[in-house]
């Protein structure tokens, strides 16, 4: 890519004239603070550290901000606006700041919540159609980044690595392991599809507007195998066990099992002490309940 035009970041003048363009006035609900500093841009870059063949999904992105860093390093780049302004304004923010980079972008106007491996192939027709996505990198929607990285990691199933911006208390969340005051359903969720770690804090003077909230980064690799198990079994007991945190599991799970003596039946043939809270338990101690109950009903069909 060495004989191509340099690709040029968006500062602060860039953005509010972008968002000036559009008559933007960005909203809350849909998370619009948008990066305003190339800095950060690049640091986010380099912390995704993307191989040269990697194909990026990124969600949301806004006015452009991210999304021009990683057309500069990445084979292509698929993107997934919800807001069809700046789904629209988009291809040409990139024509005029990564010319040669053009080529590389598909841009679907859509909810995350909404994407599947099917529709991220049908890219526009007139592309050279990418591989699936391997990495996704997104400055995320907080109120949603939870749901959006499961959603996402559950349907792309190519998807390796992932690095992604998201409100601090939520950094800390998905990074949290068993034990700690954090730990909790997105942790233990997240722990099924492989191994995350926080990344670094991000300053809210980078965005405009700026946050009400402290932003952090989040590194995750998907590990080569999940635990033995259904997913949605597996998720139904973490959601259970942390829908009442402070109560034993036994209580806990009384209304997933039908009764607190059924839970009991079924933590004690999955070996786990009753008396324990459900935030001491590993992804795979999990696995193990929602397993141990299959075994017991299914004896109980014979
Ligand atoms: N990536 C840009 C940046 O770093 O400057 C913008 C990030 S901003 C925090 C979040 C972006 O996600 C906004 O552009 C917003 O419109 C978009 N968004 C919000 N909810 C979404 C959803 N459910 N699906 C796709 N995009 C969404």
């Given at each position: 890519?060495?004989?191509?035009?340099?690709?040029?970041?968006?500062?602060?003048?860039?953005?509010?004239?972008?968002?000036?363009?559009?008559?933007?006035?960005?909203?809350?609900?849909?998370?619009?603070?948008?990066?305003?500093?190339g800095?950060?841009?690049?640091?986010?870059?380099?912390?995704?550290?993307?191989?040269?063949?990697?194909?990026?999904?990124?969600?949301?992105?806004?006015?452009?901000?991210?999304?021009?860093?990683?057309?500069d390093?990445?084979?292509?780049?698929?993107?997934v606006?919800?807001?069809?302004?700046?789904?629209?304004?988009?291809?040409?923010?990139?024509?005029?700041?990564?010319?040669?980079?053009?080529?590389?972008?598909?841009?679907?106007?859509?909810?995350?919540?909404?994407?599947?491996?099917?529709?991220?192939?049908?890219?526009?027709?007139?592309?050279?159609?990418?591989a699936?996505?391997?990495?996704?990198?997104?400055?995320?929607?907080?109120?949603?980044?939870?749901?959006?990285?499961?959603?996402l990691?559950?349907?792309?199933?190519?998807?390796?690595?992932?690095?992604?911006?998201?409100?601090?208390?939520?950094?800390?969340?998905?990074?949290?392991?068993?034990?700690?005051?954090?730990?909790g359903?997105?942790?233990?969720?997240?722990?099924?599809?492989?191994?995350?770690r926080?990344?670094?804090?991000?300053?809210?003077?980078?965005?405009?507007?700026?946050?009400?909230?402290?932003?952090?980064?989040?590194?995750?690799?998907?590990?080569?195998?999940?635990?033995?198990?259904?997913?949605?079994?597996?998720?139904?007991v973490?959601?259970?066990?942390?829908?009442?945190?402070?109560?034993?599991?036994?209580?806990?799970?009384?209304?997933?099992?039908?009764?607190?003596?059924?839970?009991?039946?079924?933590?004690?043939?999955?070996?786990?002490?009753?008396?324990?809270?459900?935030?001491?338990?590993?992804?795979?101690?999990?696995?193990?309940?929602?397993?141990?109950?299959?075994?017991?009903?299914?004896?109980?069909?014979?």
């Amino acid at each position: 890519m060495t004989d191509q035009p340099p690709v040029t970041l968006l500062g602060p003048v860039e953005v509010r004239r972008l968002a000036e363009v559009l008559e933007l006035t960005p909203t809350k609900s849909l998370g619009q603070n948008f990066v305003h500093d190339g800095n950060t841009v690049r640091r986010i870059v380099a912390a995704a550290d993307l191989r040269s063949t990697d194909h990026v999904l990124e969600i949301g992105p806004g006015l452009g901000s991210l999304t021009l860093g990683l057309l500069d390093v990445a084979a292509a780049l698929t993107v997934v606006e919800i807001d069809p302004r700046l789904a629209a304004l988009l291809p040409t923010t990139v024509r005029a700041h990564a010319p040669g980079r053009y080529e590389a972008l598909t841009v679907i106007t859509a909810d995350a919540m909404t994407i599947t491996a099917d529709r991220l192939a049908l890219t526009d027709p007139d592309r050279v159609a990418p591989a699936d996505p391997t990495a996704l990198v997104a400055n995320l929607p907080y109120n949603v980044a939870v749901p959006v990285i499961l959603h996402l990691l559950a349907e792309v199933p190519t998807l390796r690595r992932i690095l992604v911006m998201v409100q601090a208390e939520v950094a800390d969340r998905l990074a949290a392991g068993p034990g700690s005051k954090t730990y909790g359903a997105p942790s233990a969720k997240l722990a099924w599809y492989g191994r995350a770690r926080r990344a670094g804090s991000i300053s809210r003077t980078v965005f405009w507007p700026v946050p009400g909230v402290d932003s952090a980064l989040v590194a995750f690799d998907r590990g080569d195998r999940p635990p033995a198990g259904d997913r949605a079994a597996v998720f139904a007991v973490i959601d259970a066990a942390f829908a009442q945190r402070r109560k034993t599991l036994r209580a806990a799970l009384a209304d997933w099992a039908g009764s607190p003596a059924f839970a009991e039946q079924i933590l004690t043939r999955a070996g786990i002490d009753p008396s324990a809270r459900g935030e001491v338990l590993n992804v795979h101690e999990f696995a193990r309940i929602a397993a141990a109950r299959e075994v017991i009903d299914a004896a109980a069909h014979e």
